[in-house]
């Protein structure tokens, strides 16, 4: 065996001790998770200085992250300019209409990424819209969201082909009572659990007036990750009827206390990301300040 001297021994049981304290700070401590963030928290950013972007969202504590708004670059490009900030992309964010069109494309650029899930961001029509229609959109019927159901099950059943998971997220017109039903219980019902699992966005779902925590509760292991995000609410907000002020987190309406709690008794939850929609101060303050939260919080 090798000897050292006393000092070299201090030197090296210090920089381990260093070492681990940085590992335990890129921790989440609700779940005990990787501290996380959706990158459409920097997507104006990323546009200016990717690199730069990258650097501050992982000095601010941040390892995994999950993709949208990327630069058009390639999915080499992307992932080297993760790697070289020390970020791994777990998961990423596609649209429907871009997964409809493009899906075997997406889930090979994803896949370059390192992504593990690829994620539909927002629902599609089963029948675009007619001409003329306000806005361009229309409200979406029970048939739209049955259609989304259907799709998501063939969009899981090819992804796990590549061996990625696919998985829907939400904002709060999946609350909107629609011919009697609330859409996203429709959808946790007619979805295949093998095939497509779902990412809780519990700020939006707040804002629609619905509990995180009951969904959790009622559709134990349906939920593989989370959205944690704040705003300032008025007082009766609904899905038809809101108008959130985004904030940083522990600086608005949300209470994170029993959401992590379910969170932790009924679902397996495998990835958390912070997403600051909007900054309410300069925007690397407040990366640090959600992260600090993540890391400080207490149950």
Request: glycine share 6%.
């Amino acid at each position: 065996m090798t000897k050292i001297s006393r000092r070299e021994f201090v030197g090296t049981a210090a920089a381990i001790a260093v070492l681990g304290f940085a590992d335990r700070a890129a921790f989440a401590n609700p779940l005990g998770l990787p501290l996380g963030i959706q990158l459409y928290s920097v997507r104006q950013q990323m546009t200016e200085d990717l690199d730069g972007a990258l650097a501050a969202v992982r000095a601010a504590g941040y390892t995994e992250v999950e993709a949208a708004a990327l630069p058009k670059k390639s999915a080499k490009e992307i992932r080297a300019a993760l790697d070289k900030a020390g970020l791994r992309c777990v998961s990423a964010h596609h649209p429907f209409p871009e997964l409809h069109a493009h899906f075997d494309e997406m889930v090979a650029y994803d896949k370059e990424l390192g992504a593990q899930f690829i994620v539909c961001s927002s629902p599609g029509y089963r029948t675009p819209s007619p001409a003329g229609t306000p806005g361009g959109q229309r409200a979406f019927s029970l048939d739209d969201w049955h259609y989304n159901a259907e799709q998501f099950n063939t969009f899981g059943e090819e992804a796990a082909k590549s061996g990625i998971r696919f998985g829907y997220h939400n904002h709060t017109r999946e609350f909107v009572v629609t011919e009697g039903k609330t859409p996203y219980m429709d959808l946790l019902q007619l979805t295949d659990p093998k095939k497509v699992t779902f990412e809780l966005d519990c700020g939006w779902a707040i804002v629609a007036a619905v509990n995180p925590a009951e969904i959790m509760k009622n559709h134990p292991h349906r939920i593989s990750m989370l959205h944690v995000k704040d705003f300032k609410l008025p007082p009766n907000p609904s899905p038809e009827n809101h108008d959130p002020k985004v904030t940083e987190l522990g600086r608005g309406t949300i209470d994170y206390r029993p959401i992590f709690a379910q969170a932790a008794k009924t679902q397996q939850i495998q990835h958390l990301f912070v997403e600051q929609e909007a900054f309410d101060m300069p925007w690397k303050e407040s990366l640090k300040v959600d992260a600090d939260y993540m890391r400080n919080f207490k149950m």
